[in-house]
Every structure is written in C-alpha cells, then in structure tokens.
T-cell receptor, first 113, second 120 residues
Framework: DAKTTQPPSMDCAEGRAANLPCNHS???????VYWYRQIHSQGPQYIIH???NNETNEMASLIITEDRKSSTLILPHATLRDTAVYYCIVSSFGGTSYGKLTFGQGTILTVHP | GAVVSQHPSRVICKSGTSVKIECRSL??????MFWYRQFPKQSLMLMAT?????????EQGVEKDKFLINHASLTLSTLTVTSAHPEDSSFYIC????????????????FGPGTRLTVL
C-alpha cells in the first residue's frame, strides 16, 4: 500500500474550519483514501473515504486533487470534541493486501476554545 | 449502523495466564475481522486478518501460536493471548468489514472500542 505523509500536529480554533492535509504521491489507481480519527484510549472512528471524487458526509468533506497525489480532510466547524489523532490511509482491495489499513503516526489536531 | 463491540474493555492478569478478548459486530455481518495492537504513544499495528470460517492470516512477526484467533461466526471473533507476559501488555483493537442488507459499505473497516490488557 502507498505511504502517506501528514503533519505531526495542527491547531484550530473552535468554530473554525480545520483543514488537514495528506500527501500520498505514490498512490495507485485502485487505492482509496481513508480518514480515521482516534480519541485518546478509544478505537479509531471512521470519518470518510474516497477514490477520486470529492466526498462529503455529516462529519467532514474530503477533497482529493486531480492527480490524486494529495488530499485534504475538512472539518467545517471544529469543536473541542474533534481533538484527536487523525489518520490518512490509502488502501486497496486487490491482491494480498485486501482491505488492510496501515496506520502511520497521523496528525494530532488540537481544537482550542 | 456499523457498531463493533469488544469485551472486556479492560483486563488485568498474572503472567503465564491466558486471556480471551471478544469482538462482536452488533448490527451487521462481519465477513472479515482484523486485530490490531497499539503500544503507548505508538500507532496501531495490524496483527492478523480473519475471514469467517477460515484460519487467520497473521502479519510478519506475530506469533500465531501465542495469539489465537477464532472467527467462528459472522458476528464474533475472539483473540486469545496465551501464556501472557508483561511485554504483551497493550491496547488490543478489533475491526470488521461486512454487509448489512446492502446498506453498509463493504470496503470500510469499523473499529471496536479496544481492550486494555495489563499483564503483571
């Protein structure tokens, strides 16, 4: 699976949009971009995923560049409860790595009052 | 939808004993389940992948005789840590992918809340 690069930490003011970047320059055509977050001492929570089109759900928006080499997760109105480690992961459903998620170090997002 | 539970949430045991952790999909059929381990201040590491009714596939470096995985039904997988030692103390997390009457995305893993294992 392709490797991702994320900033180790980011800050955001409560009520503002949080834009979390991710680079995945070696992504291949059948690999999806997934975003999960993990609040301290809990299991990861699924946020959103996409292949090449931008996606939006009740939690966030995912913007994928046209060349698919990077993406941005957008939390439109961050709250204190959004403070967590955010993981950007690319994963495919072919071959021996079917559905496997390889977690990196992620981005620690801290939302300030 | 897509709720995964784990039991127990926390367990403390003596060195040399075995510990069983259960992972259940509550509202969908989990065709594939994954087990991860997370040490303090580190990221999640995949231990093994199991499909219902089949033997688990272990990642390199994970001892299959020490970490026994059983995925006997579409809603239950168990991880047994045999002869646990202090170095096995960790946060164990399961995840599952599956179907729920066609409304669930089969290409998304949903995670349980984790089990904190402490071996004294």
């Amino acid at each position: 699976d392709a490797k991702t690069t994320q900033p180790p930490s980011m800050d955001c003011a409560e009520g503002r949009a949080a834009n979390l970047p991710c680079n995945h320059s070696t992504i291949s055509g059948n690999e999806y971009v997934y975003w999960y977050r993990q609040i301290h001492s809990q299991g990861p929570q699924y946020i959103i995923h996409g292949l090449k089109n931008n996606e939006t759900n009740e939690m966030a928006s995912l913007i994928i560049t046209e060349d698919r080499k990077s993406s941005t997760l957008i939390l439109p109105h961050a709250t204190l409860r959004d403070t967590a480690v955010y993981y950007c992961i690319v994963s495919s459903f072919g071959g021996t790595s079917y559905g496997k998620l390889t977690f990196g170090q992620g981005t620690i997002l801290t939302v300030h009052p | 939808g897509a709720v995964v539970s784990q039991h127990p949430s926390r367990v403390i045991c003596k060195s040399g004993t075995s510990v069983k952790i259960e992972c259940r999909s509550l509202d969908f059929q989990a065709t594939t389940m994954f087990w991860y381990r997370q040490f303090p201040k580190q990221s999640l590491m995949l231990m093994a992948t199991s499909n219902e009714g089949s033997k688990a596939t272990y990642e390199q470096g994970v001892e299959k005789d020490k970490f026994l995985i059983n995925h006997a039904s579409l809603t239950l997988s168990t991880l047994t840590v045999t002869s646990a030692h202090p170095e096995d103390s960790s946060f164990y997390i399961c995840s599952a992918t599956g179907t729920s009457g066609g409304t669930l995305s089969t290409d998304t893993q949903y995670f349980g809340p984790g089990t904190r294992l402490t071996v004294l």
